[in-house]
């Protein structure tokens, strides 16, 4: 069964930092892409940032370029989303996701991954 648990969220100031953790189980961990996606209150789930199988290839939105870095540890079967400087808009909630689709190497979209972890709480304070 494959499962993908988050967590790292929780409550900071602007300016702040926060790394979240996706944990994954169940599946091979080194064929599947890994993204991290928000939603905030009344918007739609957005690609935050996605990772290749191998970790070559990265995707960040434009919104957090230069302040969030995703990263991949195949020995805790782990993917990471270190992020910095965030900002009120930032807050969300944060899911991870994976999928063995090749096509996850160039599009960081809901529709292309197939399994999504509980999500965690993501709030920046003014």
């Known amino acids: 069964e494959v499962q993908l648990v988050e967590s790292g969220g929780g409550l900071v100031q602007a300016g702040g930092s926060l790394r979240l953790s996706c944990a994954a189980s169940g599946f091979t961990f080194d064929a599947y892409a890994i993204g991290w996606f928000r939603q905030a209150p009344g918007k739609e789930r957005e690609g935050v940032s996605c990772?290749?199988?191998?970790?070559?290839?990265?995707y960040y939105a434009d919104s957090v370029k230069g302040r969030f870095t995703i990263s991949r540890d195949s020995a805790k079967n782990t993917v990471y989303l270190q992020m910095n400087s965030l900002q009120p808009e930032d807050t969300a909630v944060y899911y991870c996701?994976?999928?063995?689709?090749?096509?996850?190497?160039?599009?960081?979209?809901?529709?292309?991954?197939?399994?999504w972890g509980q999500g965690t709480q993501v709030t920046v304070s003014s």
């Open positions: 996701a994976a999928t063995p689709k090749t096509i996850a190497t160039m599009y960081c979209e809901r529709f292309v991954y197939d399994y």
């Open positions: 990772i290749s199988n191998s970790g070559a290839s990265t």
